[in-house]
Protein backbone atom coordinates (compact mmCIF):
# COMPACT_ATOMS: atom_id res chain seq x y z
CA UNK A 1 0.00 0.00 0.00
CA UNK A 2 1.33 3.23 -1.33
CA UNK A 3 2.11 5.88 1.42
CA UNK A 4 2.28 9.60 0.89
CA UNK A 5 5.55 10.63 3.76
CA UNK A 6 6.08 14.65 2.36
CA UNK A 7 5.89 16.81 5.41
CA UNK A 8 2.85 18.40 5.60
CA UNK A 9 3.76 22.13 6.30
CA UNK A 10 6.20 21.75 3.19
CA UNK A 11 3.84 20.55 0.98
CA UNK A 12 1.16 22.98 2.00
CA UNK A 13 4.08 26.13 1.15
CA UNK A 14 4.88 24.48 -2.25
CA UNK A 15 1.43 24.67 -3.03
CA UNK A 16 0.48 27.66 -1.53
CA UNK A 17 -2.40 27.12 0.71
CA UNK A 18 -2.70 27.73 4.44
CA UNK A 19 -2.22 24.39 6.89
CA UNK A 20 -5.41 24.94 8.87
CA UNK A 21 -7.17 23.70 5.12
CA UNK A 22 -5.82 20.49 6.05
CA UNK A 23 -6.34 21.06 9.77
CA UNK A 24 -2.73 21.66 11.58
CA UNK A 25 -2.46 24.61 13.30
CA UNK A 26 1.20 24.89 12.93
CA UNK A 27 2.88 28.03 10.59
CA UNK A 28 5.97 27.55 8.69
CA UNK A 29 8.94 29.94 9.58
CA UNK A 30 10.57 29.71 6.62
CA UNK A 31 10.46 32.50 4.40
CA UNK A 32 8.61 32.07 0.72
CA UNK A 33 11.31 32.02 -2.27
CA UNK A 34 10.41 35.02 -4.88
CA UNK A 35 10.68 33.45 -8.20
CA UNK A 36 9.83 34.88 -11.13
CA UNK A 37 9.30 32.41 -13.11
CA UNK A 38 5.86 32.11 -15.41
CA UNK A 39 3.75 29.16 -14.96
CA UNK A 40 2.36 27.53 -17.69
CA UNK A 41 -1.44 26.97 -17.99
CA UNK A 42 -0.30 23.15 -17.91
CA UNK A 43 1.24 23.89 -14.43
CA UNK A 44 -1.21 25.50 -12.96
CA UNK A 45 -3.50 23.02 -14.21
CA UNK A 46 -1.34 19.97 -12.94
CA UNK A 47 -1.09 22.50 -9.00
CA UNK A 48 -4.29 22.61 -8.63
CA UNK A 49 -5.14 18.36 -9.17
CA UNK A 50 -2.21 18.27 -6.35
CA UNK A 51 -3.75 20.26 -3.60
CA UNK A 52 -6.75 18.46 -4.45
CA UNK A 53 -5.22 15.05 -4.12
CA UNK A 54 -3.01 16.63 -1.52
CA UNK A 55 -5.86 18.32 0.95
CA UNK A 56 -7.73 15.14 0.89
CA UNK A 57 -5.15 12.58 0.96
CA UNK A 58 -5.49 10.64 -1.95
CA UNK A 59 -2.87 9.16 -4.49
CA UNK A 60 -3.46 9.29 -8.34
CA UNK A 61 -5.26 5.98 -9.35
CA UNK A 62 -7.77 6.39 -6.82
CA UNK A 63 -8.18 10.22 -7.83
CA UNK A 64 -8.58 9.44 -11.42
CA UNK A 65 -11.18 6.95 -10.63
CA UNK A 66 -12.74 9.33 -8.49
CA UNK A 67 -13.02 11.82 -12.12
CA UNK A 68 -14.08 9.14 -14.29
CA UNK A 69 -17.03 8.62 -11.73
CA UNK A 70 -17.80 12.22 -11.85
CA UNK A 71 -17.69 12.59 -15.33
CA UNK A 72 -20.30 9.86 -15.31
CA UNK A 73 -22.18 11.54 -13.11
CA UNK A 74 -25.05 14.20 -15.18
CA UNK A 75 -24.16 17.75 -13.92
CA UNK A 76 -20.85 19.77 -13.82
CA UNK A 77 -18.01 17.38 -13.76
CA UNK A 78 -15.67 19.61 -11.22
CA UNK A 79 -18.42 19.93 -8.90
CA UNK A 80 -19.31 16.46 -8.77
CA UNK A 81 -15.69 15.49 -8.18
CA UNK A 82 -15.04 17.65 -5.08
CA UNK A 83 -18.89 16.44 -4.08
CA UNK A 84 -17.39 12.70 -4.21
CA UNK A 85 -14.63 13.57 -2.38
CA UNK A 86 -16.24 15.23 0.24
CA UNK A 87 -18.89 12.33 0.46
CA UNK A 88 -15.75 9.85 1.80
CA UNK A 89 -16.27 8.55 5.39
CA UNK A 90 -12.92 9.58 6.58
CA UNK A 91 -13.62 13.38 4.76
CA UNK A 92 -17.26 13.34 7.03
CA UNK A 93 -15.57 12.40 10.20
CA UNK A 94 -13.32 15.10 9.73
CA UNK A 95 -16.26 17.68 8.93
CA UNK A 96 -17.87 16.33 12.01
CA UNK A 97 -15.22 16.90 14.22
CA UNK A 98 -14.30 14.04 15.39
CA UNK A 99 -11.01 14.29 13.99
CA UNK A 100 -8.14 17.22 14.35
CA UNK A 101 -6.96 16.06 10.34
CA UNK A 102 -7.87 14.26 7.71
CA UNK A 103 -5.07 11.89 8.13
CA UNK A 104 -6.14 11.48 11.79
CA UNK A 105 -9.92 10.71 10.52
CA UNK A 106 -8.34 7.47 8.17
CA UNK A 107 -6.73 6.33 11.02
CA UNK A 108 -10.17 6.46 13.22
CA UNK A 109 -11.99 4.66 10.02
CA UNK A 110 -9.44 2.24 9.74
CA UNK A 111 -8.88 0.74 13.30
CA UNK A 112 -12.34 0.49 13.61
CA UNK A 113 -13.74 3.50 16.23
CA UNK A 114 -16.42 4.62 13.09
CA UNK A 115 -19.72 3.09 12.57
CA UNK A 116 -22.33 4.22 9.65
CA UNK A 117 -25.64 3.26 10.49
CA UNK A 118 -24.31 1.19 13.42
CA UNK A 119 -21.93 -1.50 11.73
CA UNK A 120 -18.38 -0.80 11.87
CA UNK A 121 -16.64 0.48 8.82
CA UNK A 122 -13.00 0.67 8.15
CA UNK A 123 -12.71 1.58 4.49
CA UNK A 124 -11.88 5.42 4.80
CA UNK A 125 -13.18 6.20 1.02
CA UNK A 126 -16.71 4.62 1.51
CA UNK A 127 -18.69 7.32 0.10
CA UNK A 128 -21.84 8.04 2.78
CA UNK A 129 -25.20 8.33 1.27
CA UNK A 130 -28.22 10.49 2.28
CA UNK A 131 -29.65 9.68 5.97
CA UNK A 132 -26.50 7.36 6.85
CA UNK A 133 -25.57 8.00 10.29
CA UNK A 134 -22.57 8.23 11.22
CA UNK A 135 -21.04 7.85 14.93
CA UNK A 136 -18.38 6.89 16.97
CA UNK A 137 -18.41 2.97 17.73
CA UNK A 138 -19.88 2.01 21.39
CA UNK A 139 -16.77 0.35 22.51
CA UNK A 140 -14.60 3.18 21.55
CA UNK A 141 -16.52 5.83 22.95
CA UNK A 142 -15.21 5.45 26.79
CA UNK A 143 -11.74 5.94 25.10
CA UNK A 144 -9.64 8.45 26.15
CA UNK A 145 -9.27 10.26 23.24
CA UNK A 146 -13.03 10.54 22.60
CA UNK A 147 -14.01 11.56 26.07
CA UNK A 148 -11.35 14.55 25.18
CA UNK A 149 -13.31 15.19 21.96
CA UNK A 150 -17.09 15.29 23.93
CA UNK A 151 -15.86 17.59 25.92
CA UNK A 152 -14.30 19.80 23.59
CA UNK A 153 -17.03 19.06 20.69
CA UNK A 154 -18.27 22.49 18.70
CA UNK A 155 -21.17 22.02 16.49
CA UNK A 156 -20.45 25.22 14.96
CA UNK A 157 -17.70 23.83 12.64
CA UNK A 158 -20.15 20.99 11.06
CA UNK A 159 -21.31 22.21 7.16
CA UNK A 160 -24.82 22.62 6.35
CA UNK A 161 -25.36 19.00 4.88
CA UNK A 162 -24.74 17.10 8.03
CA UNK A 163 -26.57 17.19 11.25
CA UNK A 164 -24.04 16.45 13.90
CA UNK A 165 -25.53 15.13 17.89
CA UNK A 166 -23.05 16.60 20.00
CA UNK A 167 -24.68 14.40 23.34
CA UNK A 168 -23.97 10.86 20.95
CA UNK A 169 -21.08 12.32 18.92
CA UNK A 170 -23.04 11.41 15.48
CA UNK A 171 -23.68 12.86 13.11
CA UNK A 172 -26.56 12.45 9.60
CA UNK A 173 -26.12 13.16 6.27
CA UNK A 174 -29.49 15.02 5.21
CA UNK A 175 -28.02 15.92 2.07
CA UNK A 176 -25.94 15.91 -0.69
CA UNK A 177 -22.98 19.10 -0.29
CA UNK A 178 -22.90 21.97 -2.98
CA UNK A 179 -20.28 23.51 -4.30
CA UNK A 180 -20.76 26.64 -2.17
CA UNK A 181 -20.53 24.43 0.98
CA UNK A 182 -17.20 23.18 0.46
CA UNK A 183 -14.64 25.54 1.43
CA UNK A 184 -11.43 23.87 -0.30
CA UNK A 185 -9.50 26.27 -2.22
CA UNK A 186 -9.06 24.11 -5.31
CA UNK A 187 -10.24 25.74 -9.04
CA UNK A 188 -12.23 22.04 -10.04
CA UNK A 189 -12.51 23.39 -13.35
CA UNK A 190 -8.63 23.25 -14.18
CA UNK A 191 -8.64 19.84 -13.20
CA UNK A 192 -11.01 19.01 -15.64
CA UNK A 193 -9.04 20.57 -18.15
CA UNK A 194 -5.84 19.09 -17.31
CA UNK A 195 -7.76 15.58 -17.40
CA UNK A 196 -9.63 16.34 -21.16
CA UNK A 197 -6.40 16.98 -22.35
Not at 28 to 43: A, D
Not at 59 to 74: G, H, I, S, V, W
Not at 131 to 157: C, P
Amino acid sequence: MAIDRVPALKRCRSLGIEPAVVGLSKQSKRQPRRTNRKVSEYGTQLKEKQKAKFIYGILEKQFRTYYDKAKQMQGVTGENLLGLLERRIDNVVFRLGLAATRKQARQLVRHGHITVNGKRLDIPSALVRVNDVVAVAEKSRAKDFFKGISENYSVLSVPAWITADKANMTGTVTRFPNRDEIDVPVNEQAIVELYSR
